[in-house]
């Protein structure tokens, strides 16, 4: 047996002697629904040829600066992809994850740095999920002229990808008027209003909380979560020093695991369906 098939074992070990699931994810758990991975330039100018020719990487383009100096290629940019992410079905992986979680004695709860609103989409509880970075789905003011946050709904955004440029009229703030923006935390964002995330995540906490007055085994499965931007690792190794925890770390790149932990170097969907079975 190899160290894969051990590990892969091993995991499925812990899962089964688990009273609660703990689910953190990353980019990579999308990829297997045919969502782009933007790992990299390459990655993120191939799902978008326009920005390409602009050469904007894309932490240059998930800039809130943009709302004021191009708000058409702002809102091209986050308007294809809300457009893209209400299309995507998510992959089975979500709903084995979500039948798992449901049979554990003290359920489950999901934290992830994405924005693209999958594990709601694919049947997960609202209540039971941290979106540390937002969520493309829900709207502040640009300004902000108030902390308000309000669903997008069924709202429409065109984008013409030959200009790469939102057209028609754009989100407005239903306050002031003025322009409206993802709740989503963007790179040197300092108008982001938080307190949707906060709320979700004082959640997590009194879930946690409870699971360490019951000495609960957890079982941490972690999917595609990188090292660019380690939100979600963080997260998956801190509650370990939190509550009794096992980490699964399911990644094809950034496999590597702390003391104690397991690794599964494997993509999202193949991983999930091989420690699951």
Known sequence: ???????????????????????????????????????????????????????????????????????????????????????????????????????????????????????????FHEDLIEECHGSIHHLQCVQPCSSNIWEIGDAEVNVDMEVFTATGELPKCPNCRGLARPNILMFGDWNWISHRSDQQGERLHKWLHRLGSVNAKVAVIEIGAGKAVPTVRMQSERIGRTVEATLIRINPRDYDVPIGGISIPLGAKEGIDRVLN
Do not use: C
């Open 1 to 123: 047996m190899d160290n894969l098939e051990k590990n892969i074992q091993h995991a499925s070990e812990v899962i089964k002697d688990a009273d609660a699931l703990f689910i953190t994810a990353g980019a990579g758990m999308g990829v297997d629904s045919g969502l782009p991975d933007f790992r990299g330039n390459a990655g993120f100018w191939k799902a978008y040829p326009p920005i390409a020719k602009l050469g904007k990487s894309f932490s240059e383009m998930a800039d809130p600066v943009w709302f004021v100096k191009n708000p058409g290629m702002a809102w091209a940019f986050y308007g294809h992809r809300l457009n893209l992410y209400r299309e995507t079905i998510p992959h089975e992986g979500f709903s084995k994850l979500l039948d798992l979680g449901e049979e554990m004695q003290y359920g489950y709860f999901v934290f992830t740095s994405n924005v693209d609103g999958q594990f709601q989409k694919a049947g």
